[in-house]
């Protein structure tokens, strides 16, 4: 009964291949996000998307690409791995409505990518 | 441009005693404020959140937080500390109007000592 799910938990890849993270929440949230955590712990947004429509969009090179084939996934899809990719990726949800929950973000458990 | 300053990289507190996490947020128009808890290797946590109303919020597992407009800030405090309070604990700003985008200060790691 996890409220957001990411695959896989750990990740170790060596540069230049390409790889996948997914993410799956089963909140009934209408927002999902990606964030990357650096090794100083310094969480940054990269992607948002809110029913499967892309909505944030912070300066992250093209080599990732997001996907969100409904709403209650969105995968997150990087190319040509560099070494300053190494980092721990974090999905999230939030239901982007008002109500009690409104703007509360939950997050998977993370996905620890390691380039080589 | 909105942002968060944590000052302290690291707070130590005996358990038993009173922590204060500190967050100071600058935004130009009203904030959502929010605080997130991070235990070793795990996602991030919702602790609570100010919005609007009272300025003491309460939230999960005794922690409450004080809005206060005139310092522009919204520390985390917790009367007595636990030694399982021990994690990085991170406060977040959302802009009135700005969408879901939360950012997120750059994290306080809390020790609790016996």
């Known amino acids: 009964d996890t409220a957001v799910s990411q695959t896989p938990k750990y990740l170790v890849t060596q540069m230049g291949n390409d790889k996948s993270i997914k993410c799956e929440q089963n909140?009934?949230?209408?927002?999902m996000y990606w964030y990357k955590q650096d090794s100083k712990k310094f969480l940054k947004i990269m992607f948002s998307y809110n029913n499967k429509e892309l909505i944030i969009n912070e300066t992250v090179p093209n080599r990732f690409s997001p996907k969100s084939p409904d709403k209650a996934h969105l995968n997150l899809h990087i190319n040509s791995l560099e070494l300053g990719d190494s980092a721990v990726y974090f999905c999230?949800?939030?239901?982007?409505?008002?109500?009690?929950?409104?703007?509360?973000?939950?997050f998977g458990p993370g996905t620890r990518l390691t380039v080589t | 441009a909105q942002s968060v300053a944590q000052p302290e990289d690291q707070v130590n507190v005996a358990e038993g005693n009173p922590l204060t996490v500190k967050c100071t947020y600058s935004?130009?128009?009203?904030?959502?404020l929010f605080w997130y808890v991070q235990y070793p290797n795990r996602g991030l946590q919702f602790l609570l959140k100010y919005i609007t109303g009272d300025n003491l919020v309460k939230g999960s597992y005794g922690f409450e937080a004080e809005f206060n407009k005139s310092q522009t800030s919204f520390h985390l405090k917790k009367p007595s500390a636990l030694v399982s309070d021990s994690a990085l604990y991170f406060c977040a700003v959302r802009l009135e109007g700005g969408g879901n985008k939360l950012t997120f200060g750059t994290g306080t790691q809390l020790k609790v000592e016996l």
């Open positions: 909140l009934g949230h209408d927002t």
């Open positions: 935004v130009s128009g009203n904030p959502y």
């Open positions: 999230a949800s939030s239901r982007r409505t008002s109500g009690i929950t409104a703007y509360e973000q939950y």
